[in-house]
Nanobody, 123 residues
Framework: QVQLVESGGGLVQAGESLRLSCAAS????????MGWFRQAPGKEREFVSA????????FYADSVKGRFTISRDNAKNTVYLHMNSLKPEDTAVYYC????????????????WGQGTQVTVSS
């Protein structure tokens, strides 16, 4: 089984930036698609971004397009989410996830999940 550990969350003001990291272990990282999701208080978990196993395909939710950047370093078994121009609406627990597909944007096709890291953006 794959284990995922997110880090990098914190409290920032609107307009500031954060970089989230997700370290994976227990599988063949370079074979897996990876994604970032978030869940705000009282809201359903929503898709944020996905990256293919090789890093060649990337997809962003409209709400973060142009502000967030997903990347991965397969040598380090790590995926990143660079978040710029943060808004209060970005406040949520952010989760990384693994799909056994090489590229996947559907949450129900992600197989392993981290425990999440809190991102809070004040206005």
């Amino acid at each position: 089984q794959v284990q995922l550990v997110e880090s990098g969350g914190g409290l920032v003001q609107a307009g500031e930036s954060l970089r989230l990291s997700c370290a994976a272990s227990g599988g063949s990282f370079s074979s897996y698609g990876m994604g970032w999701f978030r869940q705000a208080p009282g809201k359903e978990r929503e898709f944020v971004s996905a990256i293919s196993s090789s890093g060649g395909r990337i997809f962003y939710a409209d709400s973060v397009k142009g502000r967030f950047t997903i990347s991965r370093d397969n040598a380090k078994n790590t995926v990143y989410l660079h978040m710029n121009s943060l808004k209060p609406e970005d406040t949520a627990v952010y989760y990384c996830a693994v799909s056994m597909y090489q590229f996947m944007i559907e949450g129900n096709r992600y197989h392993y999940w981290g425990q999440g890291t809190q991102v809070t953006v004040s206005s």
